[in-house]
C-alpha cells in the first residue's frame, strides 16, 4: 500500500501562472481533503470531499478549485498563482464511516512545497 | 470556532528525559483528537488517535490523555531519544454538522532531544 501519493513533490510558479496538484490514494478512503501549511500557522483546510462527487469549501478557498475525479484522486487547481500562495499543501484522507479505533483517522502525502515568485 | 493552542512553540530535553507535550481546545464539543509527528520537509504521521468518549490512548512509549470538559490533552514520550527530535501536532475533529471530517490543527510543537 503506497497510502497517499502527491505530485509534483516541488514546484516553483510565477506570478499568474496555473497548476493541478494530483492526490491519490489506495486505502479506499471516502473523504479527501487538501491543507496549506505556512510557518507559525499549523494545517488549515482548503477544500475537502466527503464521497465521491462531492466537495465543499474549507477555512481558505480563495483562489483554488478542486475536482474529485473518482474514489481515488482528489485534486487541487490554482487558476492564477499569487505570492501568497506560496505554501506547503498537503493531501489527506480517511474513512469518517469505518467504526473502531481508528475511526476518521487522517493519513496524510508526502505534501508538494510550492513557491510562486 | 475552534481554537487549538500548543504551548510552547518549541522545546529542547537531553536524551532520556520524559517529553509532555500540551494542546488545549476552546469547544469541548468533539469527536475526537489526534496527535501527529512531522519531521522536517515531511509529511504527518499519525501518532494516536483519542475518541472523545475515551481518557487515554498508548503506543509503545506514547500515552496520550484527553480531558475534553477542561479543553485539554497532553502527549507524554517516556524515555526520549534524539530520533524523537520532530515537530508534534494535535489537531481536534469537531462535533456540528458544519465540522463534519475536518480537523482543526494547532501550530505544533518543535522538540529537540540532544545526546
Known amino acids: 500500500n503506497a497510502g497517499v501519493t502527491q505530485t509534483p513533490k516541488f514546484q516553483v510558479l510565477k506570478t499568474g501562472q496555473s497548476m493541478t496538484l494530483q492526490c491519490a490514494q489506495d486505502m479506499n478512503h471516502n473523504s479527501m481533503y487538501w491543507y496549506r501549511q505556512d510557518p507559525g500557522m499549523g494545517l488549515r483546510l482548503i477544500y475537502y470531499?466527503?464521497?465521491?462527487?462531492?466537495?465543499d469549501k474549507g477555512e481558505v478557498p480563495n483562489g483554488y478549485n478542486v475536482s474529485r475525479l473518482n474514489k481515488r484522486e482528489f485534486s487541487l487547481r490554482l487558476e492564477s498563482a499569487a505570492p501568497s500562495q506560496t505554501s506547503v499543501y498537503f493531501c489527506a484522507s480517511s474513512d469518517p464511516t469505518r467504526p473502531g479505533a481508528s475511526y476518521n483517522e487522517q493519513f496524510f502525502g508526502p505534501g508538494t512545497r510550492l513557491t510562486v515568485l | 470556532k475552534q481554537e487549538v493552542t500548543q504551548i510552547p512553540a518549541a522545546l529542547s530535553v537531553p536524551e532520556g528525559e520524559n517529553l509532555v507535550l500540551n494542546c488545549s481546545f476552546t469547544d469541548s464539543a468533539i469527536y475526537n483528537l489526534q496527535w501527529f509527528r512531522q519531521d522536517p520537509g515531511k509529511g504527518l504521521t499519525s501518532l494516536l488517535l483519542?475518541?472523545?468518549?475515551?481518557r487515554e490512548q498508548t503506543s509503545g512509549r506514547l500515552n496520550a490523555s484527553l480531558d475534553k470538559s477542561s479543553g485539554r490533552s497532553t502527549l507524554y514520550i517516556a524515555a526520549s531519544q534524539p530520533g524523537d527530535s520532530a515537530t508534534y501536532l494535535c489537531?481536534?475533529?469537531?462535533?456540528?454538522?458544519?465540522?463534519?471530517?475536518?480537523?482543526?490543527f494547532g501550530a505544533g510543537t518543535q522538540v529537540v532531544v540532544t545526546p
Open positions: 483519542i475518541q472523545s468518549s475515551q
Open positions: 470531499s466527503a464521497s465521491e462527487g462531492t466537495t
Open positions: 489537531a481536534v475533529r469537531g462535533m456540528t454538522t458544519d465540522s463534519w471530517g475536518k480537523l482543526q
